[in-house]
């Protein structure tokens, strides 16, 4: 059974990083876009971040690029968000998201398979 576990979520002053992680475990990622999505209260689940399977492609939201970096591991099954100078409106549950053999690119009408469970982020000014 496939699952994605985020970790490394946290609380954090404005102008901090946080790093998150995502296991993902049950098959293979090697043929899986990833993505990174969050949620805030009230409002519905934005895109933030995908990657290629092969990790040399990367798409961002426009408001994080320059502050977020998605890589991959995939010996390690694991993909990672690095947040640097995060900012109050980056408060939000942020979910892990896999694709199987779709692509990155946030246009693509391929829905993502599987979901983790999120990790709250929140950002205090």
């Known amino acids: 059974q496939v699952q994605l576990v985020e970790s490394g979520g946290g609380s954090v002053q404005a102008g901090g990083s946080l790093r998150l992680s995502c296991l993902f475990s049950?098959?293979?990622?090697?043929?899986?876009?990833m993505g990174w999505f969050r949620q805030a209260p009230g409002k519905e689940r934005e895109f933030v971040a995908s990657i290629a399977w092969t990790g040399a492609t990367t798409y961002y939201e426009d408001s994080v690029k320059g502050r977020f970096t998605i890589s991959r591991n995939n010996p390690k099954s694991t993909v990672y968000l690095q947040m640097n100078n995060l900012k109050p409106e980056d408060t939000a549950v942020y979910f892990c998201a896999a694709k199987l053999g779709g692509l990155a690119n946030p246009n693509d009408p391929k829905p993502y398979d599987y979901w983790g469970r999120g990790t709250q982020v929140t950002v205090s000014s």
């Open positions: 049950g098959r293979t990622s090697y043929d899986c876009a």
